[in-house]
């Protein structure tokens, strides 16, 4: 596998902080890679710096090993990388054919745009039942399907998705983790993954970083990360009991 993305020695933050320091690391294409980590670890902040919304303070950030290192977002989504961002930001007042055009819109391709868009509605159904409805209307699940499709109406090749299970029920957070694990496997896409769900992360990642306090603490596929003591070091019990995890390996 080539490596599609690889961070070097990473600052970034906001102003005079400095959320994320002396980060390394790599994803490979295909690759499911989850960042974990308790509240303020500095995950966000660094699919931020990866995707440009977030300032890079020093560092490296490579893309097909070409350095993007502060590269607009706008740009950022032309090299195709698209963001899914927490607490999904969709617009609510708008319709969800409307919501889904501003994920295209620095696309030229307008053919393939109206194909892309409507292999998503086979892919999103619910969104497809109420494509002239009011995107507001949707339930926190339904919004979560319609972020997701958004950023994929870019064609993106590697989708940043930061904390999509945040605030759902249960069900919910079975069927998006089922959704993502079916992405990489249909849509070909190379996914960056964002969680404070544990659990439903090691099941579907094939690689985990965790991070503390801007850092990353510990790194290795699902079964290394379990092995040892690094889940409770760094990530507490918060319930983890390693025989209730599937790990599935990368398949």
């Given at each position: 596998?080539?490596?599609?993305?690889?961070?070097?020695?990473?600052?970034?933050?906001?102003?005079?902080?400095?959320?994320?320091?002396?980060?390394?690391?790599?994803?490979?294409?295909?690759?499911?890679?989850?960042?974990?980590?308790?509240?303020?670890?500095?995950?966000?902040?660094?699919?931020?710096?990866?995707?440009?919304?977030?300032?890079?303070?020093?560092?490296?950030?490579?893309?097909?090993?070409?350095?993007?290192?502060?590269?607009?977002?706008?740009?950022?989504?032309?090299?195709?990388?698209?963001?899914?961002?927490?607490?999904?930001?969709?617009?609510?007042?708008?319709?969800?054919?409307?919501?889904?055009?501003?994920?295209?819109?620095?696309?030229?391709?307008?053919?393939?745009?109206?194909?892309?868009?409507?292999?998503?509605?086979?892919?999103?159904?619910?969104?497809?039942?109420?494509?002239?409805?009011?995107?507001?209307?949707?339930?926190?699940?339904?919004?979560?399907?319609?972020?997701?499709?958004?950023?994929?109406?870019?064609?993106?090749r590697l989708l940043l998705l930061d904390e999509p299970s945040l605030g759902l029920a249960?069900?919910?957070?079975?069927?998006?983790?089922?959704?993502?694990?079916?992405?990489?496997?249909?849509?070909?896409?190379?996914?960056?993954?964002?969680?404070?769900?544990?659990?439903?992360?090691?099941?579907?990642?094939?690689?985990?970083?965790?991070?503390?306090?801007?850092?990353?603490?510990?790194?290795?596929?699902?079964?290394?990360?379990?092995?040892?003591?690094?889940?409770?070091?760094?990530?507490?019990?918060?319930?983890?009991?390693?025989?209730?995890?599937?790990?599935?390996?990368?398949?």
């Amino acid at each position: 596998m080539a490596t599609m993305l690889r961070t070097e020695r990473l600052h970034a933050g906001y102003g005079k902080i400095v959320a994320v320091r002396d980060l390394d690391l790599h994803i490979e294409e295909g690759e499911i890679v989850a960042l974990l980590g308790a509240n303020g670890a500095g995950k966000s902040t660094t699919l931020g710096a990866i995707a440009g919304l977030v300032e890079t303070k020093s560092g490296r950030v490579l893309l097909d090993e070409r350095d993007v290192t502060g590269t607009s977002a706008e740009e950022m989504v032309r090299c195709g990388v698209s963001l899914v961002p927490e607490g999904r930001r969709i617009f609510a007042r708008l319709t969800i054919a409307e919501n889904l055009a501003i994920g295209a819109v620095g696309r030229k391709d307008r053919t393939h745009v109206a194909e892309d868009e409507e292999r998503l509605l086979d892919l999103f159904p619910i969104l497809a039942e109420r494509h002239r409805l009011p995107a507001g209307t949707l339930s926190g699940g339904e919004q979560q399907q319609l972020a997701i499709a958004r950023a994929l109406m870019a064609r993106p090749r590697l989708l940043l998705l930061d904390e999509p299970s945040l605030g759902l029920a249960p069900i919910l957070v079975t069927m998006v983790f089922r959704l993502v694990a079916q992405l990489r496997k249909e849509e070909n896409l190379t996914i960056l993954l964002v969680e404070q769900n544990v659990h439903r992360s090691l099941e579907v990642c094939d690689r985990a970083y965790i991070m503390r306090v801007g850092r990353v603490v510990a790194a290795g596929t699902p079964q290394e990360l379990l092995q040892g003591e690094v889940m409770h070091a760094y990530l507490g019990s918060r319930g983890l009991n390693e025989d209730k995890i599937e790990v599935a390996g990368g398949t």
